[in-house]
């Protein structure tokens, strides 16, 4: 099911930082396209340890202006808190910043977009990969 409402995770921007065909063309066809806050976060950490440091901060700052970047809020923190045990209880732990992102996935209703394989571990977050 394709709702076309879409959040990415950091590793799929990085690929559209990286122009990769496949996923500037499934941008084209989605509806709407949302952020993380935590993805941005993780951006920015990656500036700061680039070697170009004021041209990276350029383009994330361009990216961020251009799109829709949704933060984590109190309702977020539950979504987090429910997935962190359901995971736990299952032994299969996730990166924080990974839990938190499928909490905002999840909070909003939109299909988390992401390479990282060990999303098919939330059950309740529909995860596609690009």
Not at 21 to 34: G, K, M
Not at 53 to 60: A, D, K, S
Not at 72 to 87: F, H, I, N, P, V
Request: charged fraction near 25%.
């Amino acid at each position: 099911m394709m709702s076309g409402r879409y959040l990415l995770d950091t590793n799929i921007i990085i690929a559209l930082f990286a122009t990769e065909a496949a996923v500037i063309q499934q941008l084209r066809e989605a509806s709407e396209v949302f952020i993380p806050s935590v993805a941005v976060g993780e951006l920015y950490y990656g500036v700061y340890k680039s070697r170009h440091i004021n041209e990276n901060l350029e383009r994330i700052t361009e990216f961020v202006a251009r799109n829709v970047v949704l933060g984590c809020d109190a309702q977020t923190a539950r979504s987090y808190g429910a997935l962190k045990e359901g995971l736990r209880r299952k032994g299969r732990p996730l990166p924080e910043n990974d839990v938190w992102i499928a909490a905002l996935a999840k909070q909003h209703g939109l299909v988390l977009v992401s390479r990282d394989g060990h999303f098919a571990e939330v059950t309740d977050v529909e995860v596609e990969v690009w």
